[in-house]
């Protein structure tokens, strides 16, 4: 089974990069299990903010990454794709590699919104040899 991570914001970006690697794999006989993953931030000092934020921003990921999950089972034909959902609170960066450390990933995707997300990304990638496919959205 290959393993593939992709990030989402919930941005068109990010659409383009679910959308795209969902195309791909629409047609191939391999088994693919697809980790839709977002991640969230506090940036708060005050201790009982943090945890209602926090609790907000969980919340709100996880009913997003739900959202997505249906839309994707209403296109996709696959019975060889199996997709699952992580909403996980640190940076995009740590999370990927914690993920890849705990299970082999076979490719990360995410789209380009001309954040450093991707910069980041990918020197983690880079230093264990993870593919990643960005996709870019032009204005």
Known sequence: MKRIIIATDFSPHSRKAIDCVIGI????????????????????????????LNDELKRASKKNLEHELELLRKKLQ??????????????LTNVVSQ??????????????????????????LKQNGTPMLVTYLPS
């Open 99 to 124: 993920l890849i450390k705990a299970n082999p990933v076979d490719l990360v995707a995410m789209g380009k919104d001309g954040g450093r997300n991707v910069e980041n990304v990918s020197v983690i």
């Open 78 to 91: 696959n019975p060889n794709i199996t997709i699952k959902i992580a909403s996980h609170m640190g940076s």
């Open 25 to 52: 794999l629409e047609d191939t006989s391999a088994i693919y299990e697809v980790l839709l993953l977002n991640t969230y931030m506090v940036k708060e000092t005050d201790p009982q903010k943090v945890i209602h």
